[in-house]
Nanobody, 119 residues
């Protein structure tokens, strides 16, 4: 069983910074990729950033140069450092991973953490 718990959301002014954390209760955390998604009201959930087991990263175009995903395998934790925040970054942010069982794929999600960017 995989459990993901996000923290670090909150209210921040435009141009400010926040760091989100996702603690994973899972064996062999280091061998799996991790992602951050977000969902704004009325919009579909979108992939924001990904990190592989080897710490290769990918970002959605609108956050490149502003957000940084990282992982600490000793703490079973993945982070999302968010700088130069904009009002359009306002959303619920979700931590995600998936596991493969033969031909089946199971997605695991955290409960989400609210990020609000507003003056």
């Amino acid at each position: 069983q995989v459990q993901l718990v996000e923290s670090g959301g909150g209210l921040v002014q435009p141009g400010g910074s926040l760091t989100l954390s996702c603690a994973a209760s899972v064996r062999d955390f280091s061998i799996y990729g991790m992602d951050w998604y977000r969902q704004a009201p009325g919009l579909q959930r979108e992939l924001v950033a990904s990190i592989t087991s080897g710490s290769s990263t990918n970002y959605e175009d609108s956050v490149k140069g502003r957000f940084t995903i990282s992982r600490d395998n000793a703490k079973n934790t993945v982070y999302l450092q968010m700088n130069s925040l904009k009002p359009e970054d306002t959303a619920v942010y979700y931590c995600h991973t998936k596991r493969y069982f033969g031909a089946a794929t199971i997605d695991y999600w955290g409960q989400g953490t609210q990020v609000t960017v507003s003056s």
